[in-house]
């Protein structure tokens, strides 16, 4: 069986071993030592990386109380070799593992809530509780946690052999079908639990513990959180921003929420102030547009071909000039769209459904309506100048036979 160095001393990051097997596996070898400092995945902590006798660890994995490590390359029976750790990385998980312990504690002994998942990645770390926890109990419990944190207190492993041994431990977390002996990590004066990975020696070493998100979850909660490192990391990204920010808007940081604020406002007001000057200067375009209208027999037509108009004011521009026997056909390029509507008085004599279709064919376009208004889209509005001569052309000819 493997001595699993980690077990006692989660600070051991080398050691010498033997090699006692070596096997042909799916993406390498799989090692197997007399001992190790590299702890295979379990208790939601990932495997460790590192590497023996030179050989890169992808992976490690337990089985029948053997660690099993896999390798990039080959490595001889019976040699002894160096396992170095992967520290950093590992140092990282610890953080974050052990900062798990303190927050489950804090939320259950300040609301009862039991974490029924933990989730540790490379990117981020979450814990599943058992009950719906609002943010005013998050911070509390955030803060609880942070407690135990700057106590510095120790935290210990210790083994038990038997079921019997461990039923009166105050435990806030029993894993269920745990095989002999029994693993429980204590932080003093704080948590108690079954676990089987390693942790930080002393809760200082976590630094801090943040919690980032919460949302519902099964019916409970899961809260997204940061320890050590990461939490420094993040706030240092997050404070880089807000100062990038505040030079952009010119004042302190703490000022920037209130500046953003401001900002929507404003926009909002001038959005609504364009609204009402669109308005104002479509009256002023219908006006000309009337005063522009051809001749077509017994009828009158206006065609124009606009820039930068949204839809619905093209729409609203058609309607306003098409009155009695008069048919305005707008178009406007937008973005390298053309838009186009066609709207008439209802003394107006043709069907638009036809005449859409003549606009949908020169244009290669999509579109169609009934009664006095009808509406379409290109996808391009390359050449659309010379299209809109030639279907004003089209519909003069059109309009003089009605
Ligand atoms: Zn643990």
């Known amino acids: 069986m493997t001595q699993k160095l980690y077990d006692n001393d989660s600070h051991q990051t080398e050691t010498t071993a033997v090699v006692r097997a070596c096997v042909p596996a799916k993406d390498g070898f799989e090692i197997l030592l007399d001992r190790t400092v590299l702890f295979p995945e379990g208790g939601g902590q990932p495997s460790d990386t590192g590497t023996i006798g030179g050989a890169r660890v992808l992976h490690c994995r337990e089985e029948g109380g053997e660690v099993y490590h896999l390798v990039d390359r080959a490595l001889s029976e019976g040699e ?104 429980i990590v204590s932080i003093e004066d704080a948590d108690m639990c079954t676990c089987c990975a390693p942790h930080c020696k002393l809760t200082g070493e976590i630094g801090s513990i943040f919690v980032l998100d919460a949302i519902s979850y099964k019916g409970g909660t899961r809260i997204t959180f940061l320890c050590g490192e990461r939490a420094l990391k993040h706030f240092r990204a997050a404070h880089d921003s807000l100062d990038t920010l505040a030079r952009r808007f010119s004042t302190a940081r703490e000022s920037v929420v209130s500046a953003v604020a401001k900002l929507g406002d404003d926009y909002g007001a001038l959005k609504r102030r364009e609204r009402e000057l669109e308005r104002e200067l479509n009256r002023y375009i219908a006006a000309e547009l009337v005063e522009s ?18 839809a619905d004011r093209l729409k609203d521009l058609a309607q306003s000039v098409a009155e009695g026997k008069t048919l305005a056909v707008l178009f406007s ?15 107006f004599p043709v069907e638009l459904s036809g005449l859409v279709q003549a606009v949908n064919t020169a244009t290669n376009g999509k579109g169609g309506g009934r009664g006095t208004l009808a509406q379409g889209m290109a996808k391009s509005a390359a050449g659309a100048a010379d299209t809109v001569e030639q279907l004003k052309d089209y519909l003069i000819r059109r309009l003089r036979q009605a």
């Open 80 to 183: 002894e070799v160096a396992v170095l750790l992967d520290w950093s990385r590992r140092f990282d998980f610890m953080q974050q593992h052990t900062g798990e312990h303190l927050l489950s504690f804090a939320f259950y002994k300040l609301f009862s809530a039991a974490n029924v998942g933990f989730h540790l990645a490379l990117d981020y770390a979450t814990i599943d509780f058992d009950r719906p926890l609002d943010h005013t109990q998050i911070l509390e419990a955030e803060a609880l946690a942070n407690t135990y944190v700057w106590r510095n207190l120790p935290v210990t492993a210790a083994f038990y052999e038997t079921e019997e041994d461990v039923r009166d431990l105050p435990l806030r977390k029993h894993a269920e079908g745990l095989t002999a002996p029994i693993r």
């Open 293 to 310: 209208a051809q001749t077509a027999g017994k009828l009158r037509l206006i065609v124009r071909l606009f820039s930068g108009f949204e």
């Open 333 to 347: 390029e937008n973005d390298g769209k053309l838009n186009y509507v066609l709207a008439c008085g209802d003394a």
